[in-house]
């Protein structure tokens, strides 16, 4: 087992999602265009990535307990070179919408176990590690609306956008491949009583449901931001595609760098403090984004609220994982899936709510979530956050 390389699995797992995720908002407008979509309709496709995702990470967090790691690695980076494949080649808005659910399957399950796969790695300081990881989201969602502005300004084709994203897919495939992983749960797979039992015990935690509500909202907010930050901007600012993407970027650089700063900040100020503190920085700053006019000033707010959002998902899995060390895929996989199920309903929800009431109107369900977000934060920090004993399953 080399450590390094699965390591570099974990990383390049999470600069695929991260890419593949925000080549979408920018493209999305080109889109609409060519089939002549309603905000609700091209919102399905947003939804189907979701769904995908959601049914994907759901499953495979519990399977990896039992089977390991690598099989859903290979089976999630297949799905996701499948599905940008047929999104870039289907001349049918059915097809993209089919290929956004393969491609939103393999993403949940390589970032899924990406998380488990780092939380096994790294047990003494997960916060630090798999904030890193996430590093690495963060550098993906920063190529991505540069990488697809060249494509449309320069190439003017996002079909081959895509294309490339499927070879960079199966180039991931390959990698993972080959590499030998460690056994999961302590050092031994589970059997099915033992599952059983745990993901009982899990799904009765209320720190776990916490943990999921905040994941969830913070995924609502993140991609309502990716979704439809380009159409926002373009139709209701008049803001080229270029500088669309820009501001789209810089997002995403207040994600990366906010990932560097968090790591050991969560290590030495507590986990759910991190995240209340995350929730309410990432609350004023997209509430101040959503409501100026100016492009500068979007720019800005975005950015910060990209630092303090930055530390919610990694530290949300670490504190998840700390709870249930027995069942690191199991609990990380019912969090994460909290998260694909807000990424999948709130853009189809803001497109809808937008075809009545404008977009300008639509992107305050941000803020709205943002609320919810810190609330949620602030019963979780009350709470005394302790490794759960799992019956039947050694420690």
């Given amino acids: 087992m080399n450590r390094r390389s699965l390591t570099s699995i974990g990383y390049l797992a999470l600069i695929l999602n991260g890419l593949t995720v925000n080549i979408m908002g920018p493209v999305m ?3 609409i265009q060519e089939y002549g979509l309603t ?21 495979t967090g519990s399977w990896s307990d039992r089977v390991g790691r690598k099989p859903v690695i290979i089976l999630g980076a297949v799905l996701s070179c499948a599905g ?14 089919i290929g956004a659910a393969l491609f939103g399957s393999g993403l949940g399950m390589i970032d899924g176990i990406a998380n488990a796969l780092i939380s096994d790695l790294y047990t003494e300081r997960r916060g630090l590690a798999l904030n890193r990881l996430h590093v690495f989201f963060g550098l993906g969602s920063l190529t991505g609306p540069l990488v697809a502005a060249f494509f449309l300004d320069v190439l003017n084709s996002w079909r081959l956008l895509f294309l490339c994203v499927a070879l960079a897919s199966a180039g991931y495939l390959t990698f993972a491949s080959r590499q030998v992983y460690p056994e999961v749960a302590g050092g031994k797979k589970l059997g099915r009583e033992q599952l059983k039992a745990g993901r009982t015990r899990i799904l009765a935690s209320k720190e776990v449901w916490m943990l999921a509500g905040i994941m969830f909202t913070y995924n609502g907010v993140g991609h309502t931001i990716m979704g439809w930050v380009n159409t926002y901007l373009s139709g209701e600012l008049a803001a080229s595609v270029y500088i669309a993407s820009l501001i789209l970027t810089s997002y995403s650089v207040g994600i990366t760098g906010g990932r560097l700063f968090w790591g050991n900040v969560s290590e030495r100020l507590g986990y759910s403090a991190t995240l209340l503190v995350c929730s309410l920085g990432g ?12 492009l500068w000033l979007i720019g800005i707010f975005l950015a910060l609220t990209g630092v303090f959002l930055a530390g919610i998902f990694p530290i949300a899995v670490a504190c998840g994982t700390s709870l ?11 969090i994460i899936t909290a998260a694909s199920l807000g990424g999948m309903l709130m853009p189809f929800l803001v497109g809808a709510f937008s075809d009545v009431v404008g977009l300008r109107y639509g992107m305050l369900a941000a803020p709205v979530l943002g609320v919810i977000q810190v609330a949620l934060a602030a019963f979780l920090h009350r709470r005394e956050l302790r490794p759960q004993a799992l019956e ?3 420690a």
């Avoid at 609350?283 to 100016?294: A, D, E, H, P, Y």
């Avoid at 249930?324 to 019912?334: A, D, L, N, R, W």
């Fill in 29 to 31: 407008p080109v889109i």
């Fill in 39 to 59: 905000l609700a309709a091209a919102g399905v496709v947003f939804t189907s990535q979701g769904l995908g995702r959601l049914v994907s990470v759901f499953l």
């Fill in 84 to 97: 940008t494949a047929l999104y870039g080649l289907s001349p049918l808005w059915l097809g993209q919408i």
């Fill in 283 to 294: 609350f004023v700053f997209v509430t101040l984004g959503t409501l100026v006019q100016n």
């Fill in 324 to 334: 249930f060390p027995q069942m690191i895929g199991t609990v990380s996989g019912y």
């Fill in 392 to 394: 039947g399953i050694e």
